[in-house]
């Protein structure tokens, strides 16, 4: 049998003088404790008697709050686009085939800081109308919205109107930085000449300009808006695309325009939607 050590003897001996006040001293911890949780149970029971009216009442008014979703969507939907007088061209005649050529412009401006609409649209005359087309317009953007050389049997006599069958709206964070890649495609040497055939020895006017590609994008594809002026009034439209366009490259751009309408200013309008990712080249 194993003996105990002196050390083991002094503990029992300590327990055995000790062993009623540690006995007395854990049952007045465990009176405490049940003190103290039924004191707890006691105050929760009466403060739920005491505010359960209050309560009840501050729930059935929570209830009966109605939040105004129209006037919240009013209040943060975008702004109508603004449109302009709608212009209609006769392009081009032919007696013989009895069909015409019309070109349609309306001019647009989007009153909008952080949307982007994207407009399914056509325009329709008595008996007639032109196809769907779908054209993007940048938040505080001004444009043209066009359809050109629609064909028609009969001359168009009264004006057409302008028709929208859908418009996407895309919000744009404010200070997007896609917005300035418009900024670093520059539009420049824009002129107006005239290109002579040499085999019918005839003079057509021919618009060039030059687009410099400053930003770090490619594009698969870039348009161009070309309006004439004859003072403050349009007076003739006309469109170019532009493809595979790299960056850091300078293009220039020619359009024969053999119908161009009497004009003293040409504009040259960069339509490109910089928040359609489809339309960026991959860089590797």
């Not at 003897?9 to 404790?33: C, E, G, P, T, V």
Request: with cysteine; proline share 4%; hydrophobic share 40%.
């Amino acid at each position: 049998m194993e003996q105990l050590s002196d050390q083991q003897l002094q503990k029992a001996k300590w327990y055995l003088i000790h062993k009623k006040n540690i006995r007395r001293y854990f049952l007045i911890l465990l009176i405490i404790l049940n003190l103290t949780f039924w004191g707890i149970v006691a105050f929760q029971t009466f403060k739920y008697f005491n505010f359960a009216k209050e309560y009840e009442k501050f729930l059935y008014d929570l209830s009966r709050q109605n939040i105004d979703y129209i006037f919240l969507n009013q209040h943060f939907k975008p702004n109508d686009l603004n449109f302009d007088s709608l212009n209609f061209w006769l392009v081009s005649a032919s007696g013989f085939e009895e069909k015409r050529h019309y070109d349609f412009e309306i001019s647009v401006q989007n009153p909008n800081d952080n949307w982007l609409a994207k407009v399914n649209y056509n325009f329709q005359w008595p008996n007639g109308k032109t196809e769907n087309k779908i054209d993007f317009i940048l938040p505080n953007q001004q444009k043209s919205f066009l359809f050109l050389g629609q064909e028609v049997d009969n001359y168009i006599l009264l004006k057409p109107d302008f028709f929208i069958s859908e418009i996407l709206w895309q919000r744009i964070r404010p200070n997007n930085s896609q917005t300035k890649i418009l900024d670093e495609l520059k539009i420049v040497n824009l002129t107006s000449s005239y290109e002579v055939s040499l085999e019918k020895m005839v003079a057509v006017p021919k618009i060039s300009f030059e687009v410099e590609n400053h930003s770090i994008y490619g594009f698969w594809q870039i348009g161009f808006q070309i309006i004439a002026y004859q003072g403050n009034k349009l007076v003739g439209a006309n469109f170019i695309s532009l493809e595979k366009c790299l960056t850091g490259e300078k293009r220039k751009i020619e359009i024969l325009w053999p119908k161009i309408p009497e004009n003293d200013r040409i504009d040259v309008i960069l339509n490109l939607n910089p928040f359609d990712k489809m339309n960026f080249i991959p860089a590797y």
